[in-house]
């Protein structure tokens, strides 16, 4: 109803926009083609005149040229008086050219009359008006109406042929005064015969208005025309000044073929301007009555409308809340079932309708359909994508078990070789694979697999943060500050691969984004929750936006998708924010002290195990038993007065001392670890105070002190922080025993091993226990660096931590010294090594 109404609306502007357009014409037509036609003739009239005056100034001929000027004159007022403000731009135009060629018509006809203005000037002059006249006349009956528009088009035409016609007239009219043509007048004469000719072929006569057609078929076809043409082509084909004969009846023909041709073009503009006022009426008559019947068709559409809007409503109501439905419940509890991998059958989840009748029924088939096509479409990307991921970890897996055999094969190198710089590319190539295995483990959380791993014993805190930091490339610029050594705490066996892939993560981030020469931060604080591990480095920070981003990632973690890890994944949070979720741990962000970033990693107290130290408990046993401790008197400064003896044992001590004896003695403590640059492959950054060499090289250890096997000194045993450091000395003794490699992540394939369940042995405590004297039980090769780092010239260039290359020849004189003591452990004490092929896990990272 509402596009009815438009449309009628619109039919009826445009009919009366049509009836005001042909009302312009027509008065356009009246009001300035018809005096501007009047003009035309006067001013041709006074051409003629005036060129017949100047040819032969007789009297007869000065009264016709002044009579023909008064009509001129009176034309002229009439014109100007009817034409006063046009009421288009291109109108006024024309207007005001012609007004201005009439302005000078005075001034031109003095010049005539004082003879100072030629014969051809005063012509020229004339035939310029004459044409400002035409472009005016031509543009006053320019129409957009298809009838009017070629009918004014056939007017100026023949308007313009007459005009021809009389300059010939004009030119001849002058020359048989005098009975003579020059050749100059009759080539003119010959181009406004040709113009002329043009002209007639250019009117097409059918579209004259009205009669004109017949009219101008009566003038071309009389006595007079047929006279005019005899007398054109005998002028134009004669040679020389004289005239033809026939030139003497060109006067009586001319000036009633010129005289019927502007009769004929009055005529036509009277008819153009009566058709334009009957088109109009017919417009207006139109538009009114279709304005008539657009109401009555409007007014039953109305009343039809509102008995069909009901029953539409209803219908699509119904649409409206079963579409709703879809869109708000039903369609998004479908697409959830699918992505969780159930089946869903398309044709079943939606029924199909009857076959529609109409539009709505048709749309509610269509919505319908498109349900199921979204169905259909989501559950097959769905498999697609579970097949995908499927493939993907089958491929990241096998490659995952040619890593582990790599590693294994590495570490049977490093057991079979003991050259120094074998060990070190071979502990170059251990990492590296260490590192292509986490990132192996990433591919998979990532493809959404969970990374195979078998379950190992509950591990201390400190070995899961050192194993974290031996995955990381740039290990030698991490520092684990370690749990106190009181208690060990343990982290549970199901998450001990995974907190220490989640740490190795941020590590990295930690060594990546700060800057070569600066620290990163391991440490481990018992809170309420669980257990806090900070991870800080010193580096330049996350601006606020990103950081804010990593932690709602890190936070919410979104469903592994590759698509959302957005246009700059960081995958390194991503897989740190799928691990956390799996074990409940919370990982925080933000600025650190330093300006860096401080990563805040909360493990739940149900991933922490406390296991007590039992070598503590023993220790503390035997020495309530025999009532003896071994306590330093600060007072000595050598290593002689130092060094141990029976004497120096104290008789009895407290129950209270006793604790913090024990506690304090150097023994090798497994409940804690000093805090160890580069994953344990550094010195300890414990405070001790380095003595002389003078001081330690006198020592030598006596042929009554126990011989030195596991349960002795290590490259990971705590002291008492008092105790004082003794310088490296050039004296044999056992190797250190063989290097403890990070928590094991191992190969899928492998079949989950049961704990060893040996009981453990008694410790066998001596009455006097060993005091440990720093590089008393260096490989040669670590007490030449020792010196070599002494040296006031050498040691300024070398900084607090050893180069990769040093690490290695360290580690390699640790696995000569495990190997060593290994065999005498297998002889002696209750710490005799088992067989490595019991727990696989030994051989596995």
Not at 353 to 380: E, F, K, N, W, Y
Not at 693 to 703: N, V
Request: aromatic share 2%.
């Amino acid at each position: 109803m509402v596009c009815l109404t438009g449309l009628g609306g619109y039919t009826a502007a445009s009919l009366v926009n049509e009836h005001v357009q042909l009302q312009a014409d027509a008065d356009h037509v009246s009001s300035v083609a018809r005096p501007v036609q009047e003009v035309l003739a006067r001013l041709q009239d006074e051409r003629r005149l005036t060129a017949v005056w100047q040819a032969n100034r007789t009297g007869s001929a000065r009264e016709d040229l002044d009579a023909a000027r008064k009509k001129t004159d009176a034309t002229v007022s009439d014109f100007r008086r009817r034409i006063s403000a046009p009421d288009t731009a291109a109108l006024n135009r024309r207007v005001q050219a012609l007004d201005g060629a009439l302005e000078s018509l005075t001034d031109r006809r003095d010049a005539v009359d004082a003879r100072t203005l030629s014969a051809s000037g005063s012509f020229a002059y004339f035939t310029a008006g004459v044409s400002q006249c035409l472009a005016l006349l031509t543009e006053a009956v320019r129409s957009a109406d298809g009838e009017l528009g070629r009918g004014g088009t056939a007017t100026v035409a023949l308007a313009q042929s007459t005009e021809m016609l009389a300059r010939e007239d004009a030119l001849l009219s002058g020359s048989l005064s005098v009975r003579r043509i020059s050749v100059t007048d009759r080539a003119r004469f010959g181009q406004y015969l040709a113009g002329q000719q043009a002209s007639r072929a250019y009117l097409i006569t059918r579209d004259l208005p009205g009669t004109a057609a017949t009219q101008y078929g009566h003038i071309t076809s009389s006595a007079q025309w047929t006279t005019l043409g005899a007398v054109e082509r005998a002028v134009t084909g004669g040679q020389g000044t004289s005239l033809p004969k026939q030139a003497t009846s060109w006067t009586t023909a001319a000036g009633s073929v010129v005289g019927s041709s502007r009769t004929l073009a009055a005529s036509s503009l009277d008819s153009l301007a009566d058709r334009a006022d009957d088109r109009a009426d017919e417009l207006l008559l139109a538009a009114l009555m279709g304005s008539a019947v657009t109401l009555a068709v409007v007014a039953g559409a109305a009343v039809l409308a509102g008995r069909a809007r009901r029953s539409t409503l209803g219908r699509l109501a119904e649409l409206q809340e079963e579409t709703q439905q879809w869109a708000m419940r039903r369609l998004p509890e479908t697409l959830a079932r699918i992505e969780r991998g159930e089946r869903v059958d398309p044709i079943a989840l939606v029924p199909f309708r009857p076959q529609a009748t109409d539009q709505i029924g048709q749309l509610a088939t269509d919505i319908d359909q498109l349900v199921r096509v979204a169905a259909h479409s989501t559950m097959r990307q769905s498999q697609g994508r579970q097949g995908t991921e499927k493939v993907v970890g089958q491929l990241i897996r096998r490659a995952q078990t040619l890593i582990h055999r790599l590693i294994k094969l590495l570490d049977d190198l490093e057991r079979k070789h003991e050259d120094s710089d074998l060990l070190k590319d071979i502990f170059q190539v251990d990492h590296l694979a260490t590192r292509v295995r986490r990132h192996t483990e990433n591919l998979l959380i990532l493809s959404g697999a969970p990374p195979g791993r078998r379950t190992t014993p509950p591990t201390s805190i400190t070995d899961v943060m050192r194993g974290a930091v031996a995955e990381t490339e740039q290990y030698t610029r991490v520092r684990v500050k370690n749990t106190p050594a009181d208690r060990r705490m343990a982290l549970a066996s199901r998450a001990v691969g995974d907190v220490t892939h989640l740490l190795a993560e941020l590590i990295e981030n930690g060594t990546s984004f700060s800057p070569p020469h600066t620290q990163v931060t391991v440490s481990a604080t018992r809170v309420a929750k669980g257990l806090a591990v900070h991870v800080e480095d010193q580096g330049l920070g996350i601006k606020p936006e990103q950081l804010g981003h990593a932690n709602e990632l890190l936070a919410n973690p979104p469903r592994i998708d590759i698509t959302a890890l957005g246009e700059d994944p960081r995958l390194g949070h991503f897989v740190v924010a799928q691990l956390a979720e799996r074990h409940g741990i919370r990982v925080v962000l933000r600025e650190s002290d330093y300006g860096g970033t401080l990563a805040l990693v909360v493990l739940p107290a149900a991933l922490l195990e406390v296991v007590p130290s039992p070598v503590l408990d023993q220790l503390q046993s035997a020495a309530v038993t025999t009532g003896r401790a071994v306590v330093e008197d600060p007072s000595l400064t050598s290593a002689s007065e130092r060094a141990y003896t029976r004497q120096d044992v104290l008789p009895s001590v407290s129950a209270g001392a006793l604790d913090e004896v024990v506690t304090h003695s150097p023994v090798p403590d497994h409940s804690g670890f000093p805090d160890y640059g580069g994953a344990g492959l550094l010195p300890p950054a414990s405070g001790h105070h380095e003595l002389p060499a003078s001081e330690s090289a006198g020592w030598t250890p006596r042929e009554s002190d126990p011989p030195l096997s596991r349960s002795g000194p290590r490259a990971g045993s705590t002291e008492h922080p008092a105790e004082s450091s003794r310088e490296p000395a050039e004296v044999p003794g056992p190797e250190l025993p063989r290097r403890q490699r990070p928590p094991a992540r191992p190969e899928p394939s492998r079949a989950t091993a049961a704990p060893d369940t040996k009981p453990l042995h008694t410790l066998d405590v001596p009455e006097v226990l060993p005091q440990r004297v720093k590089g008393a039980n260096l490989a040669r090769e670590l007490r030449r660096e020792a010196a070599a780092l002494q040296d006031p010239a050498v040691g300024e260039s070398h900084n607090a931590f050893l180069s990769p290359e040093a690490a290695a020849r360290a580690m390699s004189a640790i696995d000569a010294g495990l190997r060593r003591a290994g065999t005498d452990d297998e002889r002696h004490g209750p710490y005799a090594r088992q067989d490595e092929s019991a727990d696989p896990s030994a051989s596995e990272r």
